[in-house]
T-cell receptor, first 111, second 114 residues
Framework: QKEVEQNSGPLSVPEGAIASLNCTYSDRGSQSFFWYRQYSGKSPELIMFIYSNGDKEDGRFTAQLNKASQYVSLLIRDSQPSDSATYLCAVVSGTASKLTFGTGTRLQVTL | EAGVAQSPRYKIIEKRQSVAFWCNPISGHATLYWYQQILGQGPKLLIQFQNNGVVDDSQLPKDRFSAERLKGVDSTLKIQPAKLEDSAVYLC????????????FGPGTRLLVL
C-alpha cells in the first residue's frame, strides 16, 4: 500500500464547476497535510495546509480532513482554466517526520 | 523575500558522467530538502538537512548520490556516476524548523541522462 494515494486523473470539470480532489494516506499517526499545485514544467507551490479534522477554507479552496477515515480532500469552487494543473497531496507522517507526496491528480478545467 | 535558488536549470549528460546541483535556500530557513521528481510522479525525498546535519537520507542511493550542506546554508547534490534512470527534476526546498511549516520549492534542475 502506498503511503499517500491519489487518483492520477485527468479530472475534467467545466469552468465554474466544483472540482473535488481526493487523497488517502496509510500512516494513522500523520499530523500535517498539505495540498500543492504544480503547473507543467514548474515546481510545486503550496495552496493549503490542514492539521485538524474538519474543513478549512481559503478563498475558492476548501481542504477537508477526516483522520478516522485517513482521508483528505481539496475542493476548488468556481473552477477556472488557470486552475488546470497537477495537484499534489503531501503528508507529514507521524513516525518518519518527513513529507511524503502522492503522485498527484491532473485537473483539467474546460471552457 | 528571495526564494529558493537552484542552478543549473537544465543539464544533459551521458551515462556514467558526474553532475552536481546547487541550492541556496531562503535566508533563515534551517531545514533544506532535496527531492527527485520523475515524470508523472510526486517528489520523492532524497535527503533532509537541519542546519548542516543530516536528518533523513534513507532514500538517497548512497552508492552514487552524495549531498552536503556546509555552514548550514548552501547545499550541493552530486551524482557520480549517473544512470539513465536518474533523469528527473531535482527540486530543492527549504523551511523553518517546524515540519508544520511550509516547504518552499526552488525552480528545480531538469536532468537528462543519455
Amino acid at each position: 500500500q502506498k503511503e499517500v494515494e491519489q487518483n492520477s486523473g485527468p479530472l475534467s470539470v467545466p469552468e465554474g464547476a466544483i472540482a473535488s480532489l481526493n487523497c488517502t494516506y496509510s500512516d494513522r499517526g500523520s499530523q500535517s497535510f498539505f495540498w500543492y499545485r504544480q503547473y507543467s514544467g514548474k515546481s510545486p507551490e503550496l495552496i493549503m495546509f490542514i492539521y485538524s479534522n474538519g474543513d478549512k477554507e481559503d478563498g475558492r479552496f476548501t481542504a477537508q480532513l477526516n483522520k478516522a477515515s485517513q482521508y483528505v480532500s481539496l475542493l476548488i469552487r468556481d473552477s477556472q482554466p488557470s486552475d488546470s494543473a497537477t495537484y499534489l497531496c503531501a503528508v507529514v507522517s507521524g513516525t518518519a517526520s518527513k513529507l511524503t507526496f502522492g503522485t498527484g491528480t491532473r485537473l483539467q478545467v474546460t471552457l | 523575500e528571495a526564494g529558493v535558488a537552484q542552478s543549473p536549470r537544465y543539464k544533459i549528460i551521458e551515462k556514467r558522467q558526474s553532475v552536481a546541483f546547487w541550492c541556496n535556500p531562503i535566508s533563515g530557513h534551517a531545514t533544506l530538502y532535496w527531492y527527485q521528481q520523475i515524470l508523472g510522479q510526486g517528489p520523492k525525498l532524497l535527503i533532509q538537512f537541519q542546519n548542516n546535519g543530516v536528518v533523513d537520507d534513507s532514500q538517497l542511493p548512497k552508492d552514487r548520490f552524495s549531498a552536503e550542506r556546509l555552514k548550514g546554508v548552501d547545499s550541493t547534490l552530486k551524482i557520480q556516476p549517473a544512470k539513465l534512470e536518474d533523469s528527473a527534476v531535482y527540486l530543492c526546498a527549504s523551511s523553518t524548523l517546524d515540519l508544520k511549516e511550509t516547504q518552499y520549492f526552488g525552480p528545480g534542475t531538469r536532468l537528462l541522462v543519455l
